[in-house]
């Protein structure tokens, strides 16, 4: 269906019509900076609601510009399309419609089909762009994953970033490729059947190159507070411009780049009081834009375990980040209590609940932030609830980045992995972890010396009360060497231990989307039974009576199952196969069981 950017800078076959929101402002004028005799500046018309606007003949895609507020100074434009200079650099005008597409007939995926791959694009590959990860496609369409999913994009200040200090929302990272960079790598993923979703921030922007404010004050507001400063204003009189700056990014991303969704960052940080909350708006309006057929995810990060999110009759989103079961499949593994891991037993009962639930906590007082939290979600399908054992922030934000196999014995990794990989929910993985990368991914940022020297010294005192580090054990995140040594080692995928792991993820992941009981993924088609304090009993139910019985245990400790639940089961996979650096323990399946450590077995009733 049609759509297109009202905002920005928008070329024709006669020129570009330049649109801006600056309620407070007199006059607004755009300067050109690509015509022969120099820099021109051509003053904006006022229209209604704060906006100005005006066409100007013979201005070319591929021309820079910038706004001048009141005669001030010159300023990128808050929806660009492309900062080819960064973000303290013009702007330059981007024709949408220039690429040619080759995915006229995808779709996208049911929610029910995806398995996500969550990366980061500047160290994904050794040359951190769009175009270089089109050469992972085949890799990761070969491992079983259906989307990829990537860190934000928005640019940012200097060459490397999370991303979550982005400021231009409209425009993919120079560093990584510019628009035409990603369109190329959408584009490429569709022709393989592979989804990508995009990591979006709305709830606050970067320290450097926010310059929204010179533009309009009502961008923001004192009377909420986040983590980041005063809340990004969706709620105050005469604050549409402000909700449709975001909404339309939303369906700029849908529309203009052909993306099959969205993760929202920390949802919960986006403060609206109003009777439509901004997240529900953008769910109504991104989904009456598109195709009735076409696939399109809004997935939220939100620490609240609030089923209204996903409900109709809440903010009608896809599905919720469900970081319950990483925790509680974390302090299973290794015992940590530090932080919100207090909140957890990691026991086999409480990790049972929080997969039949689809989460632990919802409406008990979590003992971490001293209230209760979270809601039951009865009616809210297991595919709506991401699950995973380790992902950007969870390995990003440790002192050292370390990854779970960091961490862990691979025995506990693989069993852990087998877990998520045949639960019902959608899984996550992150990048590296199905080889059980070698690689950290650590905490890094270019900015400039002053505002570097104070991320360095605040990353260290967040650290300085662990006993483990000091101050010159904390990797400087300024330090180039520190982006470097994030980067994965592709190679590694060939080399022992690293190979065993990732054929055991290539197994589960062929078992997961062709077994009947696997890809029935209802509620009721399942069930999750504790057996002592760290072994998980799963039951998978198929149609035609194929069904599976996955053991699973967590703890080093023996545990014997006496007796199985009636069947004539026999072994289907085993994470301790030596196929995948197992110690080939043979075991085999009758009145009892005996497991000697962490693993997992999946347990079929064949077909005769």
């Known amino acids: 269906m049609y759509w297109q950017l009202t905002i920005g800078a928008s070329p024709d076959p006669e020129g ?107 160290t994904a590959t050794p040359q951190g762009t769009f175009d270089a990860l089109i050469d992972k496609l085949d890799v990761l369409k070969a491992l079983g994953v259906t989307a990829i999913e990537l860190m934000p994009v928005a640019d940012f200040p200097g060459t490397h970033n999370w991303g979550y200090d982005g400021v231009n929302l409209y425009a993919p990272s120079r560093a990584y490729g ?24 709305y709830n606050h922007f970067g320290p450097d190159g926010n310059y929204l404010r010179d533009f309009s004050r009502d961008y923001f507001t004192d009377r909420h507070q986040t983590p980041w400063g005063d809340a990004v204003n969706v709620d105050g009189p005469g604050t549409q411009p402000v909700r449709d700056f975001f909404v339309n990014n939303v369906l700029y991303w849908a529309h203009e780049f052909h993306l099959d969704g ?9 403060i609206d009081d109003s009777p439509t909350h901004l997240m529900a708006e953008m769910s109504a309006r991104v989904r009456a834009s598109l195709l009735a057929d076409r696939h399109f995810f809004l997935i939220a990060e939100h620490e609240g375990n609030d089923p209204a999110l996903i409900r109709a009759s809440g903010w009608n989103l896809d599905a919720v980040w469900s970081d319950d079961f990483h925790h509680q499949v974390r302090v299973a593994l290794t015992g940590e209590q530090d932080g919100y891991y207090g909140d957890y037993t990691g026991n086999a009962t409480d990790l049972a609940a929080t997969m039949a639930q689809g989460w632990f906590y919802q409406g008990q007082v979590s003992p971490h932030l001293g209230h209760p939290r979270g809601a039951p979600a009865r009616d809210v399908n297991p595919p709506s609830f991401v699950y995973c054992i380790q992902n950007h922030d969870q390995v990003g934000n440790r002192a050292l980045g370390e990854r779970l196999n960091h961490t862990v014995s691979l025995a506990a990794y693989r069993a852990a992995s087998t877990l998520l990989l045949v639960a019902p929910q959608t899984p996550l993985l992150w ?20 505002l570097g020297r104070m991320v360095t010294e605040g990353r260290r005192k967040e650290f300085a ?24 080692r592709w190679h590694e995928r060939a080399g022992s231990p690293h190979a065993e792991v990732l054929t055991l993820y290539q197994d589960l992941l062929a078992l997961r989307h062709s077994h009947p009981a696997l890809r029935l993924r209802r509620r009721d088609a399942y069930s999750v039974t504790p057996f002592g ?55 085999t399946t009758g009145a009892s069981l005996t497991l000697n450590g962490p693993r997992a077995m999946i347990l079929h009733t064949p077909q005769r």
């Open 465 to 488: 009360a662990f006993t483990a580090f000091s101050g010159t054990t904390i990797p400087d995140p300024q330090d180039p060497a520190t982006f470097a040594a994030s980067q994965l």
């Open 16 to 122: 570009t019509l330049f649109r801006v929101w600056a309620p407070q402002a007199r006059e607004v004028a755009v300067m050109i900076d690509a015509f022969p005799e120099g820099a021109q500046t051509f003053r904006l018309t006022r229209e209604a609601d704060g906006y100005f606007a005006a066409h100007v003949a013979d201005v070319r895609p591929g021309m820079r510009y910038a706004y001048r507020v009141d005669g001030g100074d010159p300023r990128p434009d808050p929806a660009s399309r492309f900062q080819p200079e960064g973000v303290h650099g013009w702007s330059e005008v981007v024709d949408p419609a220039a690429f040619v597409w080759n995915d006229a007939d995808w779709r996208g995926l049911p929610l029910e089909d995806l398995v996500i791959y969550e990366l980061h694009v500047g």
């Open 431 to 450: 990048m590296g972890q199905e080889w059980a990368a070698s690689t950290p991914f650590l905490f890094f940022t270019d900015h400039h010396p002053e």
């Open 262 to 270: 969205l993760r929202l960052d920390a949802t919960h940080a986006i």
């Open 533 to 587: 304090l760290t072994t998980l009993i799963m039951h998978r139910w198929a149609p035609n009576g194929n069904d599976l019985l996955i053991i699973v245990c967590l703890g080093d400790k023996p545990q014997t199952l006496e007796a199985l639940p009636r069947g004539n089961w026999e072994l289907l996979l085993d994470s301790e196969d030596p196929r995948y650096g197992g110690g080939g323990v043979t075991i």
């Open 178 to 201: 510019g628009p035409e960079g990603l369109r190329r790598l959408v584009d490429a993923a569709h022709r393989r059947g592979l989804a990508v979703l995009l990591d979006v921030v």
